[in-house]
Protein backbone atom coordinates (compact mmCIF):
# COMPACT_ATOMS: atom_id res chain seq x y z
CA UNK A 1 0.00 0.00 0.00
CA UNK A 2 1.81 3.44 -1.11
CA UNK A 3 1.82 6.55 1.50
CA UNK A 4 -0.62 8.18 -1.30
CA UNK A 5 -3.58 5.57 -0.98
CA UNK A 6 -3.30 5.31 3.16
CA UNK A 7 -3.65 9.33 3.39
CA UNK A 8 -6.71 8.77 0.91
CA UNK A 9 -8.20 6.43 2.54
CA UNK A 10 -7.45 8.05 6.26
CA UNK A 11 -8.92 11.56 4.84
CA UNK A 12 -11.93 9.73 3.36
CA UNK A 13 -12.28 7.52 6.29
CA UNK A 14 -11.95 10.70 9.31
CA UNK A 15 -15.65 11.90 8.26
CA UNK A 16 -17.29 8.88 9.36
CA UNK A 17 -15.06 8.59 12.53
CA UNK A 18 -15.39 12.23 13.84
CA UNK A 19 -19.15 11.36 12.95
CA UNK A 20 -19.37 8.14 15.37
CA UNK A 21 -17.59 10.53 17.86
CA UNK A 22 -19.69 13.06 17.99
CA UNK A 23 -23.15 10.85 17.99
CA UNK A 24 -21.85 9.96 22.01
CA UNK A 25 -21.44 6.03 20.07
CA UNK A 26 -19.51 3.62 22.13
CA UNK A 27 -16.69 2.20 20.39
CA UNK A 28 -15.25 -1.50 21.60
CA UNK A 29 -11.97 -0.99 19.59
CA UNK A 30 -10.37 -4.21 20.98
CA UNK A 31 -12.21 -6.16 18.94
CA UNK A 32 -9.64 -4.83 16.56
CA UNK A 33 -6.85 -4.20 18.30
CA UNK A 34 -3.51 -5.48 16.76
CA UNK A 35 -1.58 -4.92 19.74
CA UNK A 36 -3.84 -7.93 21.47
CA UNK A 37 -4.06 -11.71 20.71
CA UNK A 38 -7.86 -11.52 20.52
CA UNK A 39 -8.06 -8.33 18.05
CA UNK A 40 -5.14 -9.18 16.01
CA UNK A 41 -7.15 -12.78 15.51
CA UNK A 42 -9.72 -11.18 14.62
CA UNK A 43 -8.01 -8.21 12.09
CA UNK A 44 -6.39 -11.60 10.16
CA UNK A 45 -9.93 -12.91 10.05
CA UNK A 46 -11.27 -10.34 8.24
CA UNK A 47 -8.62 -9.97 6.17
CA UNK A 48 -8.50 -13.96 4.71
CA UNK A 49 -11.88 -12.89 2.74
CA UNK A 50 -9.88 -10.47 0.59
CA UNK A 51 -8.06 -13.41 -1.64
CA UNK A 52 -11.48 -14.36 -2.27
CA UNK A 53 -13.01 -11.03 -3.06
CA UNK A 54 -10.31 -10.52 -5.70
CA UNK A 55 -9.91 -14.08 -7.35
CA UNK A 56 -14.43 -13.60 -7.58
CA UNK A 57 -13.93 -10.63 -8.96
CA UNK A 58 -10.92 -10.50 -11.62
CA UNK A 59 -12.86 -14.03 -12.71
CA UNK A 60 -16.00 -12.62 -12.96
CA UNK A 61 -15.07 -9.33 -15.14
CA UNK A 62 -12.56 -11.26 -17.55
CA UNK A 63 -15.43 -13.44 -18.21
CA UNK A 64 -17.72 -10.46 -18.70
CA UNK A 65 -15.82 -8.70 -20.77
CA UNK A 66 -15.18 -11.61 -23.10
CA UNK A 67 -19.09 -12.15 -23.20
CA UNK A 68 -19.54 -8.53 -23.51
CA UNK A 69 -17.11 -8.15 -26.98
CA UNK A 70 -19.18 -11.32 -28.09
CA UNK A 71 -22.55 -9.99 -27.64
CA UNK A 72 -21.31 -6.59 -28.89
CA UNK A 73 -19.95 -7.38 -32.46
CA UNK A 74 -23.58 -8.36 -33.63
CA UNK A 75 -24.77 -5.41 -32.67
CA UNK A 76 -22.62 -3.68 -35.18
CA UNK A 77 -23.62 -5.98 -38.03
CA UNK A 78 -25.99 -4.21 -40.67
CA UNK A 79 -27.90 -6.89 -40.25
CA UNK A 80 -31.26 -6.74 -38.86
CA UNK A 81 -31.66 -10.19 -36.40
CA UNK A 82 -27.95 -10.07 -34.88
CA UNK A 83 -28.25 -6.69 -33.82
CA UNK A 84 -31.47 -7.68 -32.66
CA UNK A 85 -30.91 -10.31 -30.72
CA UNK A 86 -27.28 -8.19 -29.09
CA UNK A 87 -29.86 -5.58 -28.08
CA UNK A 88 -32.40 -7.87 -26.76
CA UNK A 89 -29.19 -9.59 -24.47
CA UNK A 90 -28.39 -6.22 -23.39
CA UNK A 91 -32.06 -5.20 -22.25
CA UNK A 92 -33.02 -8.76 -20.98
CA UNK A 93 -29.89 -8.94 -18.39
CA UNK A 94 -29.75 -5.35 -17.57
CA UNK A 95 -32.95 -5.25 -16.10
CA UNK A 96 -32.49 -8.09 -13.68
CA UNK A 97 -31.29 -6.78 -10.00
CA UNK A 98 -27.49 -8.20 -9.17
CA UNK A 99 -29.00 -9.91 -6.32
CA UNK A 100 -31.95 -11.56 -7.71
CA UNK A 101 -29.57 -13.09 -10.61
CA UNK A 102 -26.82 -13.95 -7.92
CA UNK A 103 -30.25 -15.72 -5.90
CA UNK A 104 -31.49 -17.32 -9.24
CA UNK A 105 -28.35 -18.83 -10.31
CA UNK A 106 -27.68 -20.60 -6.79
CA UNK A 107 -30.59 -22.08 -6.04
CA UNK A 108 -32.55 -21.99 -8.94
CA UNK A 109 -30.29 -23.22 -12.23
CA UNK A 110 -29.88 -26.07 -10.59
CA UNK A 111 -33.39 -27.46 -10.28
CA UNK A 112 -33.48 -26.00 -14.07
CA UNK A 113 -30.76 -27.51 -15.58
CA UNK A 114 -29.92 -30.54 -12.86
CA UNK A 115 -26.37 -28.68 -12.55
CA UNK A 116 -25.06 -27.95 -9.59
CA UNK A 117 -22.95 -24.60 -9.34
CA UNK A 118 -20.29 -24.05 -6.01
CA UNK A 119 -20.56 -21.06 -4.34
CA UNK A 120 -17.80 -19.46 -6.27
CA UNK A 121 -18.64 -20.37 -9.46
CA UNK A 122 -22.23 -19.65 -8.83
CA UNK A 123 -21.34 -16.46 -7.98
CA UNK A 124 -18.47 -15.60 -11.06
CA UNK A 125 -21.64 -16.70 -13.15
CA UNK A 126 -23.83 -14.47 -12.14
CA UNK A 127 -21.62 -11.49 -11.87
CA UNK A 128 -20.35 -12.27 -15.09
CA UNK A 129 -23.54 -12.43 -16.81
CA UNK A 130 -24.82 -9.08 -14.71
CA UNK A 131 -21.83 -7.06 -15.67
CA UNK A 132 -21.33 -8.68 -19.89
CA UNK A 133 -24.23 -6.24 -20.51
CA UNK A 134 -23.13 -3.46 -19.60
CA UNK A 135 -19.55 -4.05 -21.02
CA UNK A 136 -21.16 -5.03 -24.74
CA UNK A 137 -22.74 -1.47 -24.51
CA UNK A 138 -18.62 0.09 -23.51
CA UNK A 139 -17.24 -2.09 -26.24
CA UNK A 140 -20.10 -1.10 -28.96
CA UNK A 141 -19.34 2.41 -27.85
CA UNK A 142 -15.66 2.37 -28.30
CA UNK A 143 -15.70 0.61 -31.39
CA UNK A 144 -18.22 3.30 -32.86
CA UNK A 145 -15.80 5.76 -31.77
CA UNK A 146 -13.41 4.44 -33.99
CA UNK A 147 -13.01 6.74 -37.37
CA UNK A 148 -14.18 4.87 -40.18
CA UNK A 149 -11.31 5.75 -42.01
CA UNK A 150 -9.19 3.22 -40.40
CA UNK A 151 -11.87 0.63 -41.86
CA UNK A 152 -11.09 1.98 -45.39
CA UNK A 153 -7.22 1.90 -44.88
CA UNK A 154 -7.52 -1.49 -43.50
CA UNK A 155 -9.43 -2.96 -46.23
CA UNK A 156 -7.06 -1.26 -48.64
CA UNK A 157 -3.91 -3.02 -47.63
CA UNK A 158 -6.39 -6.35 -47.82
CA UNK A 159 -7.37 -7.49 -44.30
CA UNK A 160 -10.42 -8.97 -43.85
CA UNK A 161 -13.06 -7.90 -41.24
CA UNK A 162 -11.81 -10.13 -38.20
CA UNK A 163 -8.02 -8.69 -38.84
CA UNK A 164 -9.38 -5.93 -39.48
CA UNK A 165 -10.94 -5.64 -35.57
CA UNK A 166 -8.35 -7.43 -34.15
CA UNK A 167 -5.38 -5.39 -35.50
CA UNK A 168 -6.69 -2.03 -36.16
CA UNK A 169 -9.93 -1.59 -34.49
CA UNK A 170 -9.97 -3.13 -31.08
CA UNK A 171 -6.34 -2.12 -30.16
CA UNK A 172 -7.22 1.59 -30.50
CA UNK A 173 -11.17 0.91 -28.91
CA UNK A 174 -9.45 -0.43 -25.98
CA UNK A 175 -7.41 2.25 -25.20
CA UNK A 176 -10.42 4.39 -25.48
CA UNK A 177 -12.76 2.55 -23.32
CA UNK A 178 -10.43 1.43 -20.67
CA UNK A 179 -11.45 3.88 -18.26
CA UNK A 180 -14.90 2.70 -18.40
CA UNK A 181 -13.35 -0.79 -18.00
CA UNK A 182 -11.82 0.12 -15.04
CA UNK A 183 -15.04 1.42 -13.45
CA UNK A 184 -16.65 -1.92 -14.17
CA UNK A 185 -13.79 -3.47 -12.48
CA UNK A 186 -14.51 -1.43 -9.45
CA UNK A 187 -18.22 -1.83 -9.40
CA UNK A 188 -17.60 -5.79 -9.74
CA UNK A 189 -15.04 -5.69 -6.54
CA UNK A 190 -18.64 -3.71 -4.80
CA UNK A 191 -20.80 -5.94 -6.07
CA UNK A 192 -18.92 -8.78 -5.10
CA UNK A 193 -20.30 -8.05 -1.56
CA UNK A 194 -23.80 -9.52 -2.26
CA UNK A 195 -22.12 -13.00 -2.62
CA UNK A 196 -21.91 -13.56 0.82
CA UNK A 197 -25.68 -14.14 0.95
CA UNK A 198 -24.99 -17.56 -0.44
CA UNK A 199 -22.04 -17.74 1.88
CA UNK A 200 -19.28 -17.33 -0.51
CA UNK A 201 -16.68 -16.30 2.16
CA UNK A 202 -15.36 -12.89 1.22
CA UNK A 203 -14.81 -10.07 3.48
CA UNK A 204 -18.28 -9.08 3.91
CA UNK A 205 -19.32 -12.52 5.22
CA UNK A 206 -16.52 -12.65 7.02
CA UNK A 207 -17.51 -9.30 8.63
CA UNK A 208 -20.87 -10.94 9.21
CA UNK A 209 -19.91 -13.64 11.23
CA UNK A 210 -17.64 -11.80 13.27
CA UNK A 211 -20.46 -9.36 14.10
CA UNK A 212 -22.33 -12.57 15.29
CA UNK A 213 -19.37 -13.62 17.81
CA UNK A 214 -17.99 -10.20 18.61
CA UNK A 215 -21.76 -8.12 19.09
CA UNK A 216 -19.74 -4.76 17.68
CA UNK A 217 -20.86 -4.61 14.25
CA UNK A 218 -19.89 -0.29 14.28
CA UNK A 219 -15.78 -1.54 14.60
CA UNK A 220 -16.08 -4.11 13.12
CA UNK A 221 -18.15 -2.74 9.37
CA UNK A 222 -15.45 0.35 9.91
CA UNK A 223 -13.17 -1.87 9.41
CA UNK A 224 -15.12 -3.70 6.41
CA UNK A 225 -15.58 0.13 4.62
CA UNK A 226 -11.53 0.74 5.12
CA UNK A 227 -11.14 -2.76 3.52
CA UNK A 228 -12.94 -2.17 0.47
CA UNK A 229 -11.81 1.57 0.41
CA UNK A 230 -8.26 0.72 0.70
CA UNK A 231 -8.69 -1.81 -2.02
CA UNK A 232 -10.80 0.05 -4.27
CA UNK A 233 -8.14 3.09 -4.17
CA UNK A 234 -4.93 0.46 -5.38
CA UNK A 235 -7.32 -0.93 -8.10
CA UNK A 236 -8.32 2.75 -9.56
CA UNK A 237 -4.58 3.62 -9.07
CA UNK A 238 -3.71 0.40 -11.40
CA UNK A 239 -6.05 1.60 -14.13
CA UNK A 240 -5.31 5.20 -14.23
CA UNK A 241 -1.21 3.96 -14.41
CA UNK A 242 -2.12 1.64 -16.72
CA UNK A 243 -3.71 4.47 -19.10
CA UNK A 244 -1.01 6.83 -18.70
CA UNK A 245 1.11 3.93 -19.90
CA UNK A 246 -0.71 3.38 -22.94
CA UNK A 247 -1.43 6.82 -24.19
CA UNK A 248 2.59 7.43 -23.56
CA UNK A 249 3.18 4.50 -26.12
CA UNK A 250 0.71 5.75 -28.33
CA UNK A 251 2.06 9.04 -28.58
CA UNK A 252 5.97 7.39 -28.79
CA UNK A 253 4.67 5.65 -31.94
Known sequence: MTLRTMLRAGALLAPLLLLAGCSGASWGWYVVD?????????????????????????TAIVISVTIGLIVALPGLSGARIPRAMSRTYVELVRAVPILVLILWV????????????????????????????????IFRAGIQSIDKGQYEAAHTIGLNYPDTMRFVILPQALRRILPALGNQLVYMLKMSSLVSVIGMQELTRKANELVVTEYRPLEIYTILVLEYLVLILLVS???????????????NR
Open 34 to 58: PTTKTGWANLRFLLSGLQYTVLLSV
Open 106 to 137: YYGLPQLTGLTLSVFWAGVVALALSDSAFEAE
Open 237 to 251: AGVRWVERRLNTDAR
